[in-house]
């Protein structure tokens, strides 16, 4: 790889490990003024078919009624790679658990499908 800087080797990461969460600056890096970053920004977009992705048609949480939401919760098809993600960065690992394993630090989550249906989760 050379004497890439910082900012380029980053992007490369991103895009080889496919690190979630970055769409944007990717994006936004491509036509970043130094040569090597917009490089590296068009390489990750290719590679995580950024160029490819349509755009985002799918209403807004705020735009819609409690029974439009639930609807569109139930015949949405959960991503349990990017839910952990997100358990994680919204801090919902400080208080719950999700692994018998894991220390009791509130209420354990790990078996929260048997306790509750889809709709009375969503």
Not at 6 to 15: C, D, N, P
Not at 18 to 35: C, M
Not at 97 to 102: H, L, Y
């Amino acid at each position: 790889m050379g004497a890439l800087n910082v900012r380029a080797r980053l992007l490369i990461a991103i895009s080889k490990d496919k690190i979630g969460g970055h769409n944007e600056r990717i994006k936004a890096a491509i036509n970043d003024s130094d040569k090597e970053v917009a490089k590296a920004a068009k390489a990750a977009s290719n590679r995580l078919g950024l160029d490819k992705q349509a755009a985002d048609t799918i209403p807004k949480i705020n735009t819609l009624n409690r029974e439009e939401l639930l609807a569109l919760i139930l015949k949405t098809t959960g991503d349990k790679a990017l839910g952990e993600q997100l358990f994680a960065r919204q801090t919902c690992v400080a208080c719950h658990t999700t692994s018998e394993s894991q220390p009791q630090k509130g209420p354990y989550l790990g078996n929260i499908a048997q306790t509750y249906k889809r709709p009375e989760l969503a």
